[in-house]
């Protein structure tokens, strides 16, 4: 029952070892083997000097130009992070993905690669599995960075974890703690397009299209991250947990107060026509909602903001027993965003 | 329903911004609250100049010191790679973060951080999350790492997700795809003593008691890896399949058989005496068993041997339909390790 794990991903070459069967991706986990699933996720993966050794052996190497490396990494879980009648394959590999690149751009870094670690049950099909590890792998080129290994083992329900890297380039990183009073408060990237898809889900809607698949895989800016970097961003996270959460980090590590303006916050077309639909305001979902992977960054007063960047708000000195984070200078009384185990 | 990650690991000092409890490690997940929890798992870590940005922010930093990185994952999941009635917490976190050290280990580099994804049921005591990690952080202290970042996330049963990170020193990797016929095959670690263990605990006995912790927590040997670089390994796998299965990777990657001399490995005392208790050959555990994470090289012949290892065979000339593996010259027809959806 106990089983083994691979030390890490073999070749495409080594599913031809005898040890897993070589079907095709029509049958289920079980036909295709693991190694057979590895062949597959990493099949055709093309060979780069960024990536010294790739899949294959007991791990890879990666380049680290500048000498260190950013790291992070998330874990999806089926039924609690998505749900298999709700993403295709493709959505949840891309999803799994941005989790993490996103937060290697919120460093201020640009990813250079990752790894994952696949559960899956023997009787998912084989198709499923390999369209999600192609998600992720076409996510991660969208954001400059190669899957050079992983893991597959068998779980009770899909579980995909990430881990990525990133480079600086030579410049510091930019972290949560470093917004003074005084400084801006800019933000690229969507707001609650990912809660609103969320809730036409829940309804059984299928649109307006575009909140749906916000929900179903994130477009963080990656770009913006680095730009924000050279640009002099003084702090910086992104908008995974919402926006009052996430400000509230920024607010808790920098010692400050964050202080929002509502009218700054760009609620887009399809926001406006759900929200009317259901009766709600949309702000709701723009400050309480995550996994739209903004980014949320600080300049210096009078900074010129690096594209994809709008003003929304300021940094003020921290008030005692005051909120961490303002909007329109009152505390927000609505939903601040998700915590597990709350 | 869907939940939403943190970027990365917050602080101690963030679990007090009021967004979970606060409450001491007696209760459930649920009681204790993600940022609770994280703050449990971050408690006390040292700062270092290897790692200059730790836990708490989107993303870790690492000192990559020859501007390179070796990187790998591994992925253990309750009820597949380990049993809570079977295990403490601790001893999961250690087989864990021991499956991606040996991983780094067997590449020749030495361990420098790892990340740890963490899903677990609400209901989990909360005294268990906080010993498994604090088992992971005393193994990768073991192997010279740090724990570096990670994701919490709820999950229907326990997984424990490690990525670990390493460091060559300038060295070139020690790859599978090296061996040249000729060469000694060499091996550094126990053998058969995970098996051993697993077939003890699975007929419910708890002695002889080494085997059983052996099948608990693996006891990789970590520096035997770079030393194994610095000797002039021409080929290195960690061997977490099976001798059989490993010694086939090395095998196939390389394009040579590997010939193993059984009177050359050896086995152990506490082996015996369980093989003889359960009327087996031990040869069956020590050929086929895997998780004790052995290191098994190939160096020129005639090479001093690095400390800790001994020579088990002789590389030879790939023989076509023949065996990639021999056992005193012939194929092995026992069980020859574990292969997942197989």
Redesign the interface.
Known sequence: ????????W??A??A??G??GTSGANG???D????G?IGRITDGLPPSPAV??GP??????????D???????????E?????RDWSTPADVGRKAAA?SL???A??G?TAT?L?????AP?DLPAAWAVACTAGLREEAASAGAAL??????????V?V?V????D?AGRP?V???GARPGDTVALAGRLGWSAAG?ALLSRAFRSPRVLVEAHRFPQPPYAAGPLAASGGATS???V???LI??A??IA??SGVRVALDSSALEVGEPLMAAAAAFNVDPLVWVLGG??DHALLATFPAGAALPEGFVVVGRVEEAVADGP?VTVDGNAWSGP???????
Chains 1, 2 share one sequence.
């Open positions: 029952m106990l089983g083994r794990r691979p030390g890490g073999k070749t070459a080594m031809q070892d040890t897993s289920t986990l079980a295709l083997g693991e190694f699933l010294p050794v294959g052996d007991d791990a890879a190497v990666v380049v680290a130009a000498g260190r490396v950013v790291i992070t990494c998330d874990m999806l879980v039924g609690r992070h998505f749900r989790a996103a937060d290697i919120a460093m870094a690669a790894v994952v670690g696949f559960g023997a050079v290994g992983g893991d597959v083992v068998e779980a009770p329900q579980v974890s881990t990525a890297l990133g600086l990183p972290l949560r703690s969320l910086m996270v992104d995974s947990d919402g959460a996430d509230g980090h808790a590590a995550g996994e961490a601040a965003g998700h915590v597990h185990f709350g």
